[in-house]
Each structure stands twice: as structure tokens, then as C-alpha cells.
């Protein structure tokens, strides 16, 4: 393996392509600690040093692992790829719903270039919204719970000023929505210039950066019996992911021989590869980013609110008490969407049609409607395991930790282990294809 990188920079294209990417994410990392206009760093460092002595990460968990821990810093790039994400994800399910973007879609190249852009705009409105959503937990103190001295809301907090600057407000606003679609630019740049997926890179970053430090803190505070039974279980987690993100139900499709013109085309025998997790790591998110809304509204009204409905997101949907209505809401979530993402990603019907025009056929299965329902049904077999796996790698760790009543963020958590495999074997796998186009031996023997 290490024979390989090293033939992969002595090839100079590829090369080129490495460490364009490299240098895009160091600027990302960069970007992640330098603080928005206005903010005191010292005091942060104060208040984020708090936060990790009360042992809590706030309202915003899921934004501070997308963000690589630049969400307590309030830094430029604090929003992370988060709203890029969210937009992508309404896009995708709006899609579905709205008959003009499933036009789009089918039209190829160019109408994915429309789609794209709307998924820009999307992305800077939401991403409005979450830094006003953030600076305004952060004045009432929800963003660093548990934290005293600067950060404590009944204290002046020098890290945002007065809270009569408006325009100080609006600063930061507008500079962490810069800084997403920077961001996105990032993102788009590596994917044309360097080498994997560039969304997909950033946020493999942004959780690798944070991984040491979470590892640090639970070895100083857990005891070494402790810290070795988590280690032993993530790896194995690591393992088992691995395991089911490389399994795949190959299906057999035979073409027949046709003739065009004086030549024979056809007669050649493929296949197509269902994935048992087909739909990747999209359903974790979405149930996280639906699941943060409640975090949200109490963001706004603060949990000391005697309303009724603040009382009851407050008892079952918080992430840090693992409430069995928050678990089961959470299991059920990533089920729902895992099928429903795989039913807009993959459609048997259309997969059938081109079949059948290419002269193509499943052996045993008649081309058109019956290749259509078989695949439905292969597809449904396969779901269902792949839904059960995904909510079970979701919901384990926050069960781990409520059961073994550990003090440190638990590192090996499901939605991060999930990326870190998928982008991980992904990016392993182009930069293998790239060097079998040139004849090299590449990663596997």
C-alpha cells in the first residue's frame, strides 16, 4: 500500500492531483480557527475549555463534528458543510414532489448545472439562518452549556460584545455565510481539480480533526480498563462497517448479439452491483438534521421555558439524556429515510427500460415489467438489512454511552465512523482506478 502512494506521486498528473487537494484542505483547516470579526479568541478558548470540563458539546453536536470544532471557535468556516448539506438533501426529495426539477434531472449535464445552482442559493439562505440561530444561542449562553465565567448568559460576554451591536451581529453573519460558500467552492474545486469527492473530503476532514483530540480526553478521563474496552469496540465497529459497505448483491445481465451494419455488437455478459447499504451514510444525517430541529427551537425560548412543548423536547428529545422516545425516534427516522433514499437514487423501472433498449436481460426474467419487479424485490430484500444496519450503527453508541455512563464524548460515534469508512474507501478506490489506467499494480495484489 505504501508502495503505491509512492507510485501515484511519481506519476505526475496524479501527483498534481494530490496535492492540489491536499493544499485546498489545509486551507479549509486553516480557515476552521481563524475567528469571525468581533470575537474575542482568548475569551473562546475560555468558554470552550468550560464546555469540555462540564462535559457538553451545546445544542449543536452534529454541526460541531461537520465543522471539525470550528462551531465553539466561532470561526469563518464555523457553519462547516452542514448547510450545503441540508440544501442537498431538500433538493434531492424535492426532486420526487416537483415535476419541473425532475425534468431537470432527466435532461443530463445541463439541467444538473441548474439543479446545482439552486442548490447554491438554498445553501446561503440556510446558512443565514444558521449563523443567526448561532450567534443568538450564543448570546443567551445555550451554545456553551455548562460553561461559566465569559460564557455564562447572566455575565458580559466580551467574545460578542454589547448585546445592543447590531451591526456587530450582522458582521458575523455575513461573514460565516462567506465562509460556507467558500466552502462550497472548496468542495467543487477538488472534485474537478483533485482527487474524490470534494463535499465528501471536507467533511472527512472536519471529523479526523477532531478525532485525536476526542481520544486524548477520554484517555485522561476514563479509567485504562475503560479506554481499552472503547477502543476494542470501535475498532470492531470499524471492522463490521468495512465489512457491510463492501458487500454487494451482484445481479447478471447477458446482451444480446445485434447487428450494425457489418459489425456484431453485443453478446457480452455484466452485471449490476446492489450495494447492501445503498443508500450510504444520507439517512443518518437527515434523521440527525431532523432530530436537531427540536435543539433548535430551544435554542430560541431556552429550556428553562415553562411552555409545555419546550418541557417535552427538553425530557425526550435531548441527545445527551438518550431518552428511549429519542432512540426510538431516531431509530425509526433512519429506517424511513434509508428506504425512501433509496427509492429516489435507484429506480428499477427506468434501470429495466434502458435494459431493454440496449438489448440487455436478466437470465430467467423476461425484459421490461417483470425485469422491473425483480429488481424490486432484490432491492427491497437488500434495504431492509442495510435500513437495520444503518439505524443499528446510528443509535449503538448513544446507547454504549448512556449504559456504561462514560464522562467523554464517545469518539467512535455512529454518523462519523460511517463517513470516515465511506470517504475513506471511496477516495482509496480512485486513486486505485487512476493508477490501473497506467498499468500499475495499485493498492490490492
Not at 419541473?100 to 439562518?129: F, P, W
Amino acid at each position: 500500500m505504501l508502495g503505491a502512494f509512492v507510485r501515484a506521486f511519481s506519476t505526475p498528473d496524479l501527483r498534481n492531483k494530490l496535492l492540489f487537494t491536499l493544499f485546498i484542505l489545509t486551507l479549509f483547516r486553516l480557515g476552521s480557527v481563524v475567528p469571525a470579526p468581533g470575537i474575542d479568541s482568548v475569551a473562546i478558548s475560555q468558554c470552550v475549555s468550560d464546555v469540555r470540563a462540564a462535559d457538553e458539546t451545546g445544542l449543536y453536536s452534529l454541526l460541531h463534528m461537520f465543522s471539525g470544532g470550528a462551531l465553539l471557535q466561532l470561526s469563518i468556516f464555523a457553519l462547516g458543510i452542514m448547510p450545503y448539506i441540508t440544501s442537498s438533501i431538500i433538493l434531492n426529495l424535492l426532486t420526487v414532489v416537483i415535476p419541473r426539477l425532475e425534468a431537470l434531472k432527466k435532461e443530463g449535464q445541463s439541467g444538473q448545472a441548474k439543479i446545482t445552482q439552486y442548490t447554491r442559493y438554498l445553501t446561503l439562505a440556510l446558512a443565514v439562518l444558521q449563523s443567526t440561530s448561532i450567534v443568538a444561542t450564543a448570546r443567551t449562553g445555550q451554545l456553551f452549556g455548562g460553561a461559566q465565567g465569559p460564557c455564562n448568559p447572566q455575565d458580559y460576554m466580551p467574545f460578542l460584545g454589547t448585546p445592543n451591536e447590531l451591526m456587530a451581529t450582522i458582521t458575523i453573519v455575513v461573514v460565516m455565510t462567506a465562509g460556507t460558500a467558500v466552502i462550497m467552492w472548496f468542495g467543487e474545486q477538488i472534485t474537478q481539480r483533485g482527487v474524490g469527492n470534494g463535499m465528501s473530503l471536507l467533511i472527512f476532514t472536519a471529523i479526523i480533526a477532531i478525532f485525536p483530540a476526542e481520544i486524548s480526553r477520554m484517555w485522561a478521563e476514563e479509567s485504562p480498563w475503560m479506554f481499552g474496552i472503547i477502543i476494542a469496540a470501535g475498532l470492531a465497529l470499524i471492522t463490521g462497517v468495512v465489512f457491510v459497505e463492501q458487500a454487494q448483491r451482484r445481479i447478471p445481465v447477458q446482451y444480446a448479439k445485434r447487428m450494425v451494419g457489418r459489425r456484431m455488437y453485443g453478446g457480452s455478459s455484466t452485471y449490476i452491483p446492489l450495494k447492501v447499504n445503498q443508500a450510504g451514510v444520507i439517512p443518518v444525517i437527515f434523521a440527525s438534521a431532523i432530530l436537531y430541529l427540536p435543539q433548535l427551537f430551544l435554542g430560541f425560548v431556552g429550556p428553562e421555558s415553562d411552555g409545555w412543548f419546550a418541557r417535552t423536547l427538553t425530557t425526550y428529545f435531548n441527545p445527551a439524556d438518550t431518552h428511549p422516545v429519542y432512540l426510538t425516534t431516531f431509530f425509526v427516522l433512519i429506517v424511513g429515510f434509508a428506504f425512501f433514499y433509496v427509492s429516489i437514487i435507484f429506480n428499477p423501472t427506468d434501470v429495466a427500460d434502458n435494459m431493454k433498449k440496449y438489448g440487455g436481460f436478466i437470465p430467467g426474467i423476461r425484459p421490461g415489467r417483470p425485469t422491473a419487479e425483480y429488481l424490486e424485490y432484490v432491492l427491497a430484500r437488500l434495504t431492509t438489512p442495510g435500513a437495520l444496519y444503518l439505524a443499528f450503527i446510528g443509535v449503538l453508541p448513544m446507547v454504549a454511552l448512556g449504559a456504561s455512563g462514560a464522562s467523554a464524548n464517545f469518539p467512535f460515534g455512529g454518523t462519523s465512523i460511517l463517513i470516515m469508512v465511506v470517504v475513506g474507501l471511496d477516495t482509496v478506490k480512485q486513486i486505485e482506478s487512476h493508477l490501473q489506467q497506467r498499468n500499475y499494480e495499485g493498492f490490492l495484489r
